[in-house]
DNA sequence: GTCAATATTTTTGTATACAAGAATGCCCTT
DNA sequence: AAGGGCATTCTTGTATACAAAAATATTGAC
């Protein structure tokens, strides 16, 4: 049933919910939106389910659909199960890990590397993806790697602000390393724990995110 | 905008895949069911939506929506999974369960032992759920905790069988006691292992899972 | 002037109608 | 008889219409 344009409707509430149109609290004009989309209320509805589905918006019966920003509490709360997913990732892939995706790793890496030395935040930002998602995959696990994308994904936002910050880049990178060697090494243990201090939001981490969300709140 | 009728429409679909009545790659027809439901097509289409959610259908544009039961490979990973975010709970909770709680666990594992001495499956899934509940709770991260429990209902149909054989009661029920041990004295990686253990799906258990799969087939 | 009850207006939820794409069957060709 | 192209039929996706619930405004009493 996913249909032509209640499709590429969420897509683009997703965007405006990410980029600020939307803030938190909002209600979703069903009419209002109908006419700026130029379609009827139908594929809005449908829309809206799926931005429920990914926790984007909450839909409240007799009500109408609202924009649903994570809290500070409550992207914490995610950031945390983010690390603890990694840190799963990693355990698995060190038993599961196979030679050549261990080169892919090496190699995003390097590249990761090269970005850092350029100061090229965003050019680190997509490396930063690639060697994620490489782990998701190489756990083994197809359930997880989906789950693990998904959170990913829905911490997109809050995540790529971070990287923007004086020494960011360079222990970012450092950890990477850990964790590729702890996985060269077939120590998964190792690679769960330097992927969890890798995700997890703390010391001055903490403080960037929550600057962030205050901006985002304007 | 959860409704009415969609919703108590989705849960009896639902109710209807786990027992059987649908199978994989089932189509669900619209107009039929509409009738059968003495509904239009649009709840309907909202429900589909919802089930989309929680993976028990998949909706495929301009086909329709299927059902889509779990094979045995998806299975086996999605219990890892589960074993993965109950250790992960468990390990959490280490460091934060409440003394009330712990006084919670104890009293849901001594119901547990009484369904085991009356040989009581039924009564024992009820408390062991509990004792699982209480886990979430306790990580101290309601997003997990939602999580967690959203797994732990999709595996469900699967798990209860699992506990109709001989010799599963008692060594589950010991699994429970090494789990409240460690709790008890703060060790979360303690807690971690025996839950990992206490969830996933080998030995034994692995076939057991295979032969109720073979019957959910037919 | 304030509060409450009621009337009005919005807005959601559902039904029906219509349009377009996919599947099926039929006929024709080779 | 087998394969391909075309027409028909069925099904999904979208629009519109209508009903019921919620929100808002209005009126009246104190």
Known sequence: MGQRRADTIAEELEERIFDGTFSDGDRLDEVRLAQQFGV?????????????????????????????????????????????????????????ISD????????????????????????YYVENERFHQILYRESGNSFLRQEACKLHKRLKPFRRQQLRFRGRLAQSMAEHEAVVKALTAGNGEAAAAALRDHVAVQGEKFHTLMASLRNAAE
Chains 1, 2 share one sequence.
């Not at 389910?49 to 995610?78: C, D, K, N, T, Y």
């Not at 050549?100 to 050019?123: F, G, H, R």
Request: glycine share 6%; hydrophobic share 45%.
């Open 40 to 96: 009827s209320r139908t594929p809005l509805r449908e829309a809206f389910q799926r931005l429920a589905l990914s926790g984007l918006v909450e839909l409240i019966p007799r009500r109408g659909a609202f924009v649903r920003q994570p809290g500070p509490v409550e992207l914490m709360e995610m950031f945390e199960v983010m690390a603890e997913l990694e840190a799963v990732c990693g355990r698995l892939a060190g038993k599961r």
């Open 100 to 123: 050549q995706a261990l080169a892919e790793l090496n190699e995003a890496n390097a590249k990761c590397l090269a970005a850092v030395e350029a100061q090229d935040s965003d050019s």
